[in-house]
């Protein structure tokens, strides 16, 4: 689950724009109430995920969104008092008063759950298709220590993971094999944090003998002679990370940056209109009102298009 470039729409538009474009959708997904709505959302995450690339990483944190969403409707539904439609009937559950489970309780936590579905979606698809290092270079000169601190905490993941993979492989190498149960992973798990913790230290001292502890803001990314065209000596290059850096404050907005841009917008104020219109309105207590019209349809067919048009455009895409 880390970000790989690929040949998509989204990975080929700013990371900034990239961004904005996932904060609309984690907004309307925060605005809207409507399960219809809702669901449009996540056809659209979905399809969004297809089109970037990373459909199959996207399921597989659907399965683990399921797992956080269905304990929410089951405790909703044995919590909540505030229904009408009493569907069971579990008798006097002590300290938890009477056990009525209601339709409406049942309905709330369903569209808490798709909410919360939602969001996991979405932060993993932004963090799958938008570049961390480009993202974090546009607050490296309002907070530089704090863009230093963010980028080495997402580089170090994966170093993470291999590390554990590498003692996951040593322990199976054992005379009498890897230790089962809770004692291998407390084992591995230990010997993960220990070894992060060393190269913690490293790369704090690493830093400070580059004198990173008295930078007080970063510098501006302008070119250097060899960027600037000039000649450059025999043997001279410049590091890819810097050549992109600049190359990326430079360039003119794509036709990706406008078509991700404009879905931010056209999500963002589709959401806001069905949310004060009435047209995606629900309330799910005292009892449930669903609002379900043509208009309704409508708010979501243009949601799946608002989301899902930039990645019809296809061209000028480079790995």
Not at 32 to 57: E, S
Not at 183 to 196: D, E, K, P, Q
Not at 307 to 317: A, K, N, S, T
Request: charged share 15%; aromatic share 4%.
């Amino acid at each position: 689950m880390f970000y790989r470039r690929l040949a998509s729409p989204l990975h080929a538009a700013r990371a900034g724009v990239g961004a904005l474009w996932a904060l609309s959708l984690t907004a309307a997904s925060l605005i809207l109430y409507h399960p219809l709505a809702l669901l449009a959302l996540l056809l659209a995450v979905l399809g969004a995920a297809i089109g970037a690339g990373v459909g199959a990483r996207i399921v597989r944190s659907l399965r683990m969104a399921a797992i956080v969403a269905l304990p929410i409707v089951l405790i909703n539904v044995l919590v909540s008092r505030q229904g009408l439609t009493v569907f069971a009937r579990l008798g006097d559950l002590g300290p938890f008063g009477q056990g009525d489970l209601t339709l409406e309780a049942l309905a709330y936590g369903g569209v808490i759950a798709l909410k919360v579905t939602l969001l996991i979606l979405i932060t993993g698809l932004a963090g799958l298709a938008i570049d961390p290092d480009e993202l974090l270079r546009i607050f490296r000169r309002l907070s530089f220590r704090s863009a230093l601190t963010a980028t080495l905490a997402t580089r170090m993941l994966p170093v993470l993971a291999a590390d554990s993979q590498r003692l996951a492989e040593a322990q199976r190498t054992r005379p009498g094999g890897a230790p089962g149960g809770a004692r291998g992973r407390i084992a591995l798990l230990s010997a993960i944090v220990a070894g992060s913790l060393d190269r913690a230290m490293d790369v704090a001292a690493t830093l400070e003998v580059r004198g990173f502890a008295a930078a007080r803001r970063a510098p501006r990314a302008r070119g250097s002679a060899f960027t600037r065209g000039a000649s450059r000596p025999r043997g001279a290059r410049v590091l890819r990370g810097t050549q992109s850096a600049r190359s990326s404050l430079r360039r003119p907005l794509s036709r990706h940056d406008i078509g991700f841009a404009a879905s931010a917008l056209a999500v963002l104020a589709l959401a806001l209109a069905g949310r004060l219109t009435g047209v995606a309105s629900f309330a799910a207590y005292p009892q449930l009102e669903l609002h379900l019209d043509a208009a309704t349809l409508a708010l979501c067919a243009a949601l799946l298009a608002a989301v899902l048009l930039p990645f019809c455009d296809r061209r000028g895409i480079e790995r």
